[in-house]
């Protein structure tokens, strides 16, 4: 398997110094020193980062060289569009950081403003598409157009700006992943094959499903199912020689919560993602745990949650993932242990291969994979991205695949119970 170029632009070891006499001076304009300070990341052609600055009250005091506060992935096509002048932008693109203290919002009825402190700005230059690690900044630098008495800017800002290679590989399921579809490596506009995916349920899920379709009360052309819970459904994954590589089943059925008609939080439906035990052939062993649910609104959403499964830990459970994908657009399932470490309180483990997420340094982390989907009214055909590095061999990606199958059921099984169907009028996914 050939996998195509990334790269990923990472932002860490942030700090913000501001020293105390300016904080008194109402020409910097900066009084309120306890309030919290972030900042907005911008690169021209993806959605706008917001992240918070610890404050360090010294120049000799360097913030952690390993934290990442913010990343991007880059792919050719992005690349070039950034290297290439358009009609409506200045000669470069650049990365721009504008530092605030404060936050939006009210103050005891009181309108408050955040006040911006400076911009950062680093121009893209052709050393980004070289495919190498190159640090593109590290270490202080003076922000903000208020100055000391010695024509120093007040605030200094910290960061470490860094480029490092990020292949990927890329899979499509060529079909809806209930009609067993064929799985494909996609290298620019070719396809090759590399799994099948098969899909079965139990009877009685079967029933159900031709009972939607075709109802056998007459009498109306809209009707409400009768179905109460989804379970039964299987995936497995097949190499090409049609050995199974790789399987997620539900565990925990697909039920309305009590006084509503959709699966809820309280209650989540749960799949098991299982690997072949290579000790005891015709054995598996679990891998990891995905739960859905549904979460109402003026638009809902299925919210996935996964957990890898730790053997070193009897069996201890590690949140690798929590997303939300809007059900009638469709979204982004992904794991990437940046993210996931900015938002929670303690360290998540990173991955590394043959699908061990066993606790390493956060050095290591990053982008893992992620499958974008459809919503519940499309053709949902996902497609999945998985970072080499975490690829050792083709039962490492089956691994992944088995998880995409499932987020994709999900966004089906987390459907309203009491839908009404229409003879003859199916949507593009099943309705079930």
């Known amino acids: 398997m050939d996998p195509q170029a990334f790269i990923r632009l990472s932002i860490g070891s942030l700090g913000l110094r501001i020293p105390g006499p300016a904080l008194k001076s109402s020409k910097a304009g900066i009084h309120a020193f306890s309030a919290p300070c972030s900042c907005e990341i911008r690169l021209r052609g993806f959605p706008v980062q917001t992240t918070t600055i610890p404050l360090v009250s010294s120049s000799e005091v360097t913030p952690d060289v390993h934290s990442i506060a913010s990343s991007f992935y880059l792919e ?8 290439t002048p358009g009609c409506f932008y200045n000669h ?38 070289e495919g190498k690690p190159v640090i593109l900044f590290n270490g202080w630098i003076g922000i903000g157009k208020n100055k000391h008495e010695n024509g120093k800017p007040v605030a200094e800002l910290h960061l470490r700006v860094q480029l490092d290679p990020d292949p990927r590989y890329v899979f499509q399921f060529e079909d809806v992943t209930m009609l067993s579809p064929q799985i494909v490596q996609l290298q620019g506009s070719v396809k090759q094959p590399i799994f099948s995916c098969k899909f079965s349920r139990d009877r009685a899920s079967q029933v159900d499903l031709l ?50 008609d959709w699966v809820a939080k309280s209650n989540p439906g749960a799949w098991l993602i299982l690997r072949p ?9 679990p891998w990891g745990k995905l739960e859905a649910w549904r979460e109402r609104g003026i638009r809902d959403a299925v919210c996935c949650r996964f957990h890898l499964l730790s053997e070193a830990q009897d069996g201890a459970e590690v949140l690798m993932s929590e997303i939300r994908i809007s059900a009638e657009k469709g ?10 470490m900015r938002q929670a309180p303690t360290p998540i483990p990173s991955p590394q291969s043959s699908g061990d997420f066993s606790a390493l340094s956060p050095i290591s982390g990053g982008f893992v994979m992620s499958c974008r989907v459809q919503g519940e009214s499309k053709n949902s055909k996902p497609l999945v991205q998985l970072a080499m590095r975490h690829v050792t061999c083709i039962e490492d990606a089956a691994i992944f695949m088995a998880l995409a199958a499932a987020v994709d059921l999900s966004i089906e099984a987390c459907k309203p119970f009491r839908r009404k169907f229409r003879r003859g009028s199916q949507g593009s996914r099943h309705s079930l």
């Open 211 to 260: 009972n939607a379709y075709w109802p056998g009360s007459a009498d109306n052309l809209d009707i409400e199912t009768s179905r109460r819970e989804r379970k039964g459904w299987k995936v497995k994954i097949h190499d090409l020689s049609g050995s199974a590589v790789a399987a997620a089943f539900i565990t925990t059925p697909f039920v309305p919560s009590t006084g509503c």
């Open 76 to 83: 050719e096509s992005d690349l070039k569009a950034l290297l």
């Open 331 to 340: 979204g982004e399932f992904f794991i990437d242990t940046d993210r996931l």
């Open 92 to 129: 470069h693109a650049y990365l721009e950081i504008t530092v605030f203290m404060g936050r939006k919002g009210t103050h005891f009825g009181v309108g408050v403003k955040r006040q911006q402190i400076g911009t950062f700005k680093l121009a893209v230059g052709p050393e980004w598409g």
């Open 277 to 285: 035990d290579v000790v005891r052939p015709e054995s598996w062993l």
